[in-house]
């Protein structure tokens, strides 16, 4: 198994700019979540999915977009970055959420907005 | 809601140390509790987690935590520390049962282990 994979690794976007982050799972796993970490500030959820066509708002969702139609993959959207979004991304999966949803991340994507 | 609170934001420990890590979560109910860690350019790895029966459980590299219900806490410790343990780890709570919105993290704490 891969695991969860995410594209691309690096990304510099200009403001006003759109773009997806890719995120794939193939551990057949419900529940998909994006994060995102900036120092000091530990990992804010902003959004998640517990299957396929169900998606719904973290911690810190404004100017994020996500849809879930299969359930292997979980893209996030930028919808016009800002200087704000400049952050490392992980995407995260687990089984079926219960008292065991310990989560598997992604290796991260490092996105900065000029 | 939870939340979770890591004392420390930065330790600097020898080599050979002992290491105690402070968490402490914010609930009413029943949690399940983690830490992660994340070793420098790599993405985050769970060392251990609670979810019921002894409180004390032990993780990958010589990890171990102590789940305190009474104190709210899950303090994450080593007996010795090696320089490989150079890493940001993070405390994460998520309600039993339930909590679709994921886990809530702490904000992390910075450990350098100096050779």
């Known amino acids: 198994n891969a695991g969860v994979t995410q594209t691309p690794k690096f990304q510099v976007l200009k403001t006003g700019q759109s773009m997806t982050l890719q995120c794939a799972q193939d551990?057949?796993?419900?529940?998909m979540s994006w994060y995102r970490q900036d120092p000091g500030m530990g990992l804010r959820l902003i959004h998640y999915s517990v299957g396929a066509g169900i998606t719904d708002q973290g911690e810190v969702p404004n100017g994020y977009n996500v849809s879930r139609s299969t359930t292997e993959d979980f893209p996030l959207r930028l919808l016009s970055a800002a200087p704000s979004q400049t952050s490392v991304y992980f995407c995260?999966?687990?089984?079926?959420?219960?008292?065991?949803?310990?989560?598997?991340f992604g290796p991260g994507t490092r996105l900065t907005v000029l | 809601a939870q939340s979770v609170s890591q004392h420390n934001h930065h330790v600097i420990l020898s080599e050979a140390a002992s290491l105690e890590l402070g968490c402490n979560y914010s609930y009413g109910g029943t949690v399940n509790l983690f830490w992660y860690v994340q070793y420098p350019g790599q993405h985050l790895q769970l060392l251990l987690k609670y979810f019921s029966g002894d409180p004390l459980v032990k993780g990958i590299k010589g990890f171990e935590a102590e789940f305190i219900k009474s104190k709210f806490s899950f303090n994450l410790r080593k007996p010795s520390v090696q320089w490989s343990d150079t890493a940001e780890y993070f405390c994460?709570?998520?309600?039993?049962?339930?909590?679709?919105?994921?886990?809530?993290f702490g904000k992390g704490t910075h450990l350098i282990i100096q050779p």
């Open positions: 994460a709570v998520n309600a039993a049962g339930g909590g679709a919105d994921g886990l809530t």
């Open positions: 995260a999966s687990s089984p079926w959420r219960g008292p065991y949803n310990e989560q598997f």
């Open positions: 551990m057949n796993h419900e529940y």
